[in-house]
């Protein structure tokens, strides 16, 4: 059964870090383009970074150099290090799974396996 479990969400000061973790459960003979998203109340589920079965990552310009999108080395595990948190980073945090190569891999309609999300609050 495929599956995506995030867990290291939290509440943190303005400043802080916190690392969201997702454990997969997914086929081993398919590559796939991973992605964590967000979403803040009243508003749309946008992507965060993604991450290539070969590698390559997209961050969004808000995130751009205060987040990082990895996986680990045995590849069923996909974090996001989050530093410099900010107020508006509050959101809740999903892990999302694609096939193959994704031709808009920012796209959240391209993604077919969801997390049940992870809650981040960043306070002043």
């Known amino acids: 059964q495929v599956k995506l479990v995030e867990s290291g969400g939290g509440s943190v000061p303005a400043g802080g870090s916190l690392r969201l973790s997702c454990t997969a459960s997914?086929?081993?003979?398919?590559?796939?383009?991973m992605a964590w998203f967000r979403q803040a109340p009243g508003k749309g589920r946008e992507a965060v970074a993604t991450l290539s079965s070969d590698g390559l990552t997209t961050y969004a310009d808000s995130v751009q150099g205060r987040f990082l999108i990895s996986k680990a080395a045995a590849g069923n595990t996909l974090y996001l290090q989050m530093n410099n948190l900010k107020p508006e980073d509050t959101a809740m945090y999903y892990c999302?799974?694609?096939?193959?190569?994704?031709?808009?891999?920012?796209?959240?309609?391209?993604?077919?396996?969801w997390g049940q999300g992870t809650q981040v609050t960043v306070s002043l």
């Open positions: 997914l086929r081993t003979d398919i590559p796939y383009y």
């Open positions: 999302a799974a694609g096939d193959y190569d994704l031709p808009r891999p920012r796209d959240r309609t391209e993604y077919h396996i």
